[in-house]
């Protein structure tokens, strides 16, 4: 059997990634799984545990991350992500396409540790700094601080856009 392809999209925070996400997964003839990140922080309005990320304690990341069972992880804003490893590469050797929706540094790593050919990673660059800051506003979810540290955070981001294999523009 084939082995499945690792697509990567990533993004500066609130670019919407989850929105083409969601809208990618619709069309089966793709044959997408989406792998679902591990996080600390607490899910948002309508985040549903085990399908837009699996909420977990800071002790339960800890153990994943030493047993070596994260593919990528990082900390931001306070709160802790990362990528099982043993699910994305069990979905693959199936012959499945994985689909991750991760952050800049997070696809950085996975892009330096996964050394095969079947690796797509694509950059959702927003169409301005102020409609980024405007969809970040929009989710009523964050303090002034961390929409700072968020736009702070997506600058630095958007330099890195030619590591990727594609950008696409919202």
Known sequence: MK?????ILSGPSGVGKGTVRRKIME?????????????TRSP???????????????????????AGNLLEHCEFVGNRYGTPKDKV???RNAGKNVFLEIEVNGANQVLSKVNDSGVISIFL???SLK??????KKRKS????????????GRS??????????????
């Open 3 to 7: 082995k499945g392809l690792l697509i």
């Open 27 to 39: 069309d089966e003839s793709l044959n997408l799984v989406y792998s679902i990140s591990m996080t």
């Open 44 to 66: 948002r309005n309508k985040e549903v545990d085990g399908e837009d990320y699996y909420f977990v304690s800071q002790e339960e990341f800890q153990r994943h991350l030493d």
């Open 89 to 91: 590469e069990e979905q």
């Open 125 to 127: 660059m927003p169409p």
């Open 131 to 136: 409609a980024l800051e405007d969809r970040i």
């Open 142 to 153: 964050e303090t002034d601080e961390a929409i700072r540290e968020r736009l702070e955070k």
């Open 157 to 170: 981001e958007m330099k890195l856009k030619d590591n990727y294999s594609l950008e696409e523009k919202l």
